[in-house]
């Protein structure tokens, strides 16, 4: 009985080690966001300042027609993190299915450890 709950508590830290390293991926997964919202914000607040300045004059950039190509370069780049958050965003969910399923692991585990014992305290 007692090298079976060595073997359990071994695969505990197997299980364990595991979703640390699942939790790790997930937090990795999660900082990729902040690349694709930086470019969102900063497209936002470069909308807001050009909706401010185009309420008092006409900037040389609309004259030139630059503010019309910035407004499809800037759409495109919207589009772009958009769509690359999406794909963190899968790669979030799934990484978190992984990671639950871990967990499980290693909540099992530690159960079978403490019936273990348990069971091996009542025969003593």
Do not use: C
């Not at 939790?23 to 401010?52: C, G, S, T």
Request: glycine share 4%.
């Amino acid at each position: 009985m007692t090298n079976d709950v060595t073997k359990i508590q071994q695969l505990q830290a197997l299980a364990e080690l595991k979703l640390t390293t699942e939790l790790a991926n997930l937090d990795r997964i999660a900082a990729e966001k902040l690349a694709p919202n930086a470019v969102l914000d900063a497209i936002a607040r470069e909308k807001q300042v050009q909706d401010q300045s185009a309420n008092w004059d006409i900037d040389q950039a609309t004259v030139s027609g630059m503010s019309e190509k910035w407004a499809i370069w800037a759409e495109r780049e919207m589009r772009n993190a958009m769509g690359e958050l999406a794909r963190i965003a899968q790669r979030y969910e799934a990484q978190m299915d992984v990671a639950q399923q871990a967990f499980g692991r290693t909540e099992a585990l530690k159960g079978l450890v403490q019936k273990a014992k348990d069971a091996r305290g009542k025969t003593h």
